[in-house]
Each structure stands twice: as structure tokens, then as C-alpha cells.
T-cell receptor
Framework: EDQVTQSPEALRLQEGESSSLNCSYT??????LFWYRQDPGKGPEFLFT???AGEEKEKERLKATLTKKESFLHITAPKPEDSATYLC????????????FGSGTQLTVLP | ETGVTQTPRHLVMGMTNKKSLKCEQH?????MYWYKQSAKKPLELMFV???????ENNSVPSRFSPECPNSSHLFLHLHTLQPEDSALYLC????????????FGPGTRLTVT
């Protein structure tokens, strides 16, 4: 059974204080790992897809990295508008290519 | 409108009511999904439709009944719900059913009293 564990559950940072969110996973044949951002009262919004260990993707202050067992979402010099819940999901190979989501990390960036 | 829209945004219903949630995607996608999101729990996939055919049903109780009349519209018909069914119900779409890049609607906040 595919599993995704995100840590920490919640993280409070001061504006400009860089940090990382963790997503550990077990999956039979990783097809892709996905990061989404969810703001209160909204649906998740796609951020990145990572396909193989060693791959990195960047977008503004965010950088996602992938190893064979986990992914990190690095946030450099965050701003209050980066406050959101960040969700990680994995997609296995095979015929049933559902996404398995983690519970998310709720990030709060204080001004 | 663009993207994925859902109506209503909020719904309060009694345990004996019947109601429906509506989702519409304006992206030309071929796959649509219903998810349930409860507090502090991961998103739970409920149903997947691909080209209007249901391809996944993740052991969802029969009090939830999906309908996909065409590739742009998805409904979730609700009847005889339980209080534990209170949650945020999210609709999503993707280019095809193998796509992990999904586009989500804003959700319907459902409260069962």
C-alpha cells in the first residue's frame, strides 16, 4: 500500500527565515511525486512534479527535491503570502494511477 | 469562466435530505475526480471518471452516487448522509486519467446535521 507522511504538521516562520518541509513516501514504482499548495477556503493548486531521484524544480522562493525515499520543499526567505498548507502526493505506476496524498504541512509566515 | 467550478460552495443538510453537488471544468480535460477532505486527514479519492466512464470507486458508501453526463460536468448525489460525512468535497480534473497534475475546484463545504 502506498503511503505518504509529511512533517512537520505545522511550521511557523518569521519572514525571511528559510526552512524545509519533508515528504516521506513508500510506493511500488514511483511514477511521479507532486507538490500542491492549498489556501484556506480553496482547492489545492499544483506546484511541481518530480519524476526521478536527484531531480529538482524551482519556482520563485520554492525548490522541490527528490530522493528515493523522500522529497523536500525548500522555502527560501519566505514572505507572509507563502502561508498555506503544502500537500505532497505520489502516483504509482501500473493501471491504477491514483494520487496518494499526505496530510500536509500548514505553514505560517509571520511578518 | 475558467478552470474548475463547484456549486454550491456551502451546504447544510439534514440526515434525511437529498442534495447534489455540481462540478464543471472548462479546461477540455477527459478525467474528473471527486475527493473528500476532512480536517487533519489526507485527501481521500472517492470516484474517478474517464471519458464519462467511472473507472474508480474507492469503497465509497452507496449514499454517495456520482454522475458524469459529459466530460465537462460531474455531479455527486447525496442522500441519507451521516454526521461523519461532513467535510470539504473537492472536484478535480486532469488531461487524462493517468495525469497526476490535477486542477481542483474550490470545494463544497458540507455540514450534515
Amino acid at each position: 500500500e502506498d503511503q505518504v507522511t509529511q512533517s512537520p504538521e505545522a511550521l511557523r516562520l518569521q519572514e525571511g527565515e528559510s526552512s524545509s518541509l519533508n515528504c516521506s513516501y513508500t510506493v511500488s514504482g514511483l511514477r511521479g511525486l507532486f507538490w500542491y499548495r492549498q489556501d484556506p477556503g480553496k482547492g489545492p493548486e499544483f506546484l511541481f512534479t518530480l519524476y526521478s531521484a536527484g531531480e529538482e524544480k524551482e519556482k520563485e522562493r520554492l525548490k522541490a527535491t527528490l530522493t528515493k525515499k523522500e522529497s523536500f520543499l525548500h522555502i527560501t526567505a519566505p514572505k507572509p503570502e507563502d502561508s498555506a498548507t503544502y500537500l505532497c502526493a505520489v502516483q504509482a505506476g501500473g493501471s491504477a494511477r491514483q494520487l496518494t496524498f499526505g496530510s500536509g504541512t500548514q505553514l505560517t509566515v509571520l511578518p | 469562466e475558467t478552470g474548475v467550478t463547484q456549486t454550491p460552495r456551502h451546504l447544510v443538510m439534514g440526515m434525511t435530505n437529498k442534495k447534489s453537488l455540481k462540478c464543471e471544468q472548462h479546461l477540455g480535460h477527459n478525467a474528473m475526480y471527486w475527493y473528500k477532505q476532512s480536517a487533519k486527514k489526507p485527501l481521500e479519492l472517492m470516484f474517478v471518471y474517464s471519458l464519462e466512464e467511472r473507472v474508480e470507486n474507492n469503497s465509497v458508501p452507496s449514499r454517495f452516487s456520482p454522475e458524469c453526463p459529459n466530460s465537462s460536468h460531474l455531479f455527486l448525489h447525496l442522500h441519507t448522509l451521516q454526521p461523519e460525512d461532513s467535510a470539504l468535497y473537492l472536484c478535480a480534473s486532469s488531461r487524462d486519467r493517468t495525469g497526476g497534475k490535477q486542477y481542483f475546484g474550490p470545494g463544497t463545504r458540507l455540514t450534515v446535521t
